[in-house]
T-cell receptor, first 113, second 108 residues
Framework: ETGVTQTPRHLVMGMTNKKSLKCEQHLGHNAMYWYKQSAKKPLELMFVYSLEERVENNSVPSRFSPECPNSSHLFLHLHTLQPEDSALYLC????????????FGSGTRLTVV | RKEVEQDPGPFNVPEGATVAFNCTYSNSASQSFFWYRQDCRKEPKLLMSVYSSGNEDGRFTAQLNRASQYISLLIRDSKLSDSATYLCVVPGGNQFYFGTGTSLTVIP
């Protein structure tokens, strides 16, 4: 399997649920990212990991908790979300952080009810 | 000022037309730039990279104007399959900054 794989593709969860999004990359990249894409808005960076170390956290609410156990895997743990958190969550990877092109996963479309 | 600004469109053009999108950026230190294509309900995919004055790939030409801090994307001989949202992307620090995207619909 190649590229960046995200699971699940779709997720519907209640505000009291706990769920996790998974991202796996098979490109040998050192940097991984979580982005949020809401309707009519630009992609918003949430977290950046470089060699499993978090290097950027863009003032994301604590109900979103990232985890990077190794350079190939990235998780986003979700708990007590709000309806306004409904969006497309995209994982991406790049060779390094900085001036390198991203490869995106197909995203998880999250609906909070 | 936003890091990256794009005209959201929509641009509706007939098949075979030439269409151009512009994107302005605020970080004068940026050295590389990217255009991504995003189809409806899909992830963004890299279309072109721009590291110097410009880049050409078939019907697509990207140009960079550092003095005015804008990047353009030119699509010649538009195809129906070109219909998508085109995202302008500018690196900054540990992240990329995305524009809101320009929507293109090519009409038969």
């Amino acid at each position: 399997e190649t590229g960046v794989t995200q699971t699940p593709r779709h997720l519907v969860m209640g505000m009291t649920n706990k769920k996790s999004l998974k991202c796996e990359q098979h490109l040998g990249h050192n940097a991984m990212y979580w982005y949020k894409q809401s309707a009519k808005k630009p992609l918003e960076l949430m977290f950046v990991y470089s060699l499993e170390e978090r290097v950027e956290n863009n003032s994301v609410p604590s109900r979103f908790s990232p985890e990077c156990p190794n350079s190939s895997h990235l998780f986003l743990h979700l708990h007590t979300l709000q309806p306004e958190d409904s969006a497309l969550y995209l994982c991406a990877s790049s060779q390094e952080t900085g001036d390198y092109g991203y490869t995106f996963g197909s995203g998880t479309r999250l609906t909070v009810v | 000022r936003k890091e990256v600004e794009q005209d959201p469109g929509p641009f509706n053009v007939p098949e075979g037309a030439t269409v151009a999108f512009n994107c302005t950026y605020s970080n004068s230190a940026s050295q590389s730039f990217f255009w991504y294509r995003q189809d409806c309900r899909k992830e963004p995919k890299l279309l072109m990279s721009v590291y110097s004055s410009g880049n050409e790939d078939g019907r697509f030409t990207a140009q960079l104007n550092r003095a005015s801090q804008y990047i353009s994307l030119l699509i010649r001989d538009s195809k129906l399959s070109d219909s998508a949202t085109y995202l302008c992307v500018v690196p900054g620090g540990n992240q990329f900054y995305f524009g809101t995207g320009t929507s293109l619909t090519v009409i038969p």
